[in-house]
């Protein structure tokens, strides 16, 4: 049986971007949508539901964050969002991914670089789709739970919202207690890709997880950082159950 085509959709206002990016996602067999501003974009979304979307933030009102954020709230919760921004400050970059983005790139930027980050993004939602009920676990580290059947996290027993790729990477270092990983390996863990010398991603990320699961995000108990490598999920007596 064929497999179904992956669809991405593209939004940007400007038109040879969208171009050159449709013309290499079809060389890669992607179905492409292409959206000219944030209205457009939403429409789309909800009527074809693609496999990932391309966000560029300077879209026309409503903007490419704004767009992420009415889509989390909507059709594509799980939907990999990658932005695209002309921007490199550290406050877009963090107001995109706070929003539910997943992954960003900088214009100009190589649209080889472009089809890898989106492989990546399909190959680990493909993967989390297919994961086996077996490997399906609660963890437990002290009043923080895990549910990674549910994709659910609690502390104290009440629900914490958490994006796509927070809840990864929580999981990520989890799974593994009190072990360093580098800020590579982590990307690579749950980005499915190389950092390829850029980690804000990666940090951002970690600081918005801190903001949720720490008692005291300026004194992390939990996710801790190893100077001069990267972090690691530290508890002293974990509890790790499987599913009932």
Known sequence: MNRPITSVLVADDEREITELIKLYLEREGFAVLIADNGDDAIRQAEASAPDLIILDVSLGQPDGIEVCRLLRQGCCASVPILFLS??????????????????????????SQLV???????????????????SRRI??????????????????????????KEFDLLTAMARQPNRVFSMNEL??????TDSMGDTRTLMVHVSNLRKKIEPDPAKPMYI??????????????????SEA
């Not at 437990?140 to 919202?161: F, H, K, N, P, S």
């Not at 990307?187 to 499915?192: D, E, F, P």
């Not at 801790?224 to 159950?241: I, K």
Request: glycine fraction near 10%; charged fraction near 35%; hydrophobic fraction near 30%.
């Open 86 to 111: 002309c921007k490199s400050e550290d406050a877009d970059i963090i107001l995109g991914l706070s929003e539910g983005g997943d992954d960003y790139i900088t214009k100009p930027f190589s649209p």
């Open 116 to 134: 890898a980050r989106v492989h990546a993004h399909i190959r680990r939602r493909r993967t989390r789709e297919r994961l086996p009920d077996e």
């Open 139 to 164: 963890l437990r580290y002290g009043d923080l739970e895990i549910d990674t059947d549910r994709c659910e996290v609690r502390r104290g027993g009440e629900l914490i919202g958490l994006s796509v």
């Open 187 to 192: 990307y690579r863990l749950v980005w499915h």
């Open 224 to 241: 801790q950082t190893v100077r001069g490598f990267g972090y690691r999920l530290s508890y002293e007596a974990s509890d790790l159950r």
